[in-house]
């Protein structure tokens, strides 16, 4: 259990451009959550997968950002078009589900975005 | 987005302390999760509650469910430096609402 990794872990991009990160899961586990968090805050939910499919997305998540995860394992998250309010740390966590499984989610280090 | 409410919002105790600190909400959760997160770092988990009026322990960490299903609490006996940090409560539904709903954190600051 090598734990949940982010990549990358800052990101400083100008108004505009377009940046995507990656997550890893923890090996297994079959649900994939984004989140973001704001300086003073807790993190807000974006976006959760269940293997390769996405379940439920928040309005949050603007047309501007898309999140996949292809195989059911790794998952990236881009936006595109940056504005300076996206500046943010963006959280990858992970659980497994399944019967008598009890829900526990386990976060990655974070990729920290500052756009210019 | 919604945040539960997290009190107090801030802490300022000497090494070897007790600290306690709670959230609250209006909706039901069927479980509570604590974590703690340091500047620049993802949350880390701490203790996890799946029953109403459960009480679980990790080391000098103890948690309880409350039995509304609507509270939650957090004590740490005798602080250490360590300890010091952002912790956050977080509520999860269960009812095919999969997200973490976050409390607004409780900064922990151990003065020498």
């Known amino acids: 259990d090598t734990g949940v990794s982010q990549d990358p872990r800052h990101k400083i991009t100008k108004r505009g451009q377009n940046v995507t990160f990656r997550c890893d899961p923890i090996?297994?586990?079959?649900?994939l959550y984004w989140y973001r968090q704001t300086l003073g805050q807790g993190p807000e939910f974006l976006t959760y997968?269940?293997?390769?499919?996405?379940?439920?997305k928040s309005r949050l998540l603007s047309d501007r950002f898309s999140a996949e995860r292809p195989k059911g394992s790794f998952s990236t998250l881009e936006i595109q078009r940056t504005e300076q309010g996206d500046s943010a740390m963006y959280l990858c966590?992970?659980?497994?589900?399944?019967?008598?499984?009890?829900?526990?989610?386990?976060f990655g280090p974070g990729t920290r975005l500052l756009v210019l | 987005g919604q945040q539960l409410n997290q009190s107090p919002q801030s802490m300022f105790i000497q090494e070897g302390e007790d600290v306690s600190m709670n959230c609250t909400s209006s909706?039901?959760?069927?479980?509570w999760l604590w974590y703690k997160q340091d500047p620049g770092e993802g949350p880390v988990l701490l203790i996890a509650?799946?029953?109403?009026?459960e009480l679980t322990s990790n080391g000098r960490l103890t948690a309880q469910f409350g039995i509304t299903r609507k509270d939650s609490f957090l004590n740490i006996s005798a602080s250490i430096p360590s300890d010091v940090g952002i912790y956050f409560c977080?509520?999860?539904?269960?009812?095919?609402?999969?997200?973490?709903?976050f409390g607004t954190g409780t900064r922990l600051t151990i003065i020498p």
């Open positions: 966590a992970s659980s497994t589900m399944g019967t008598g499984v009890q829900e526990t989610q386990y």
């Open positions: 090996s297994e586990h079959n649900r």
């Open positions: 997968f269940q293997n390769e499919a996405q379940l439920e």
């Open positions: 909706s039901i959760f069927n479980t």
């Open positions: 509650l799946y029953k109403a009026g």
């Open positions: 977080a509520g999860l539904s269960n009812f095919g609402n999969e997200k973490l709903t």
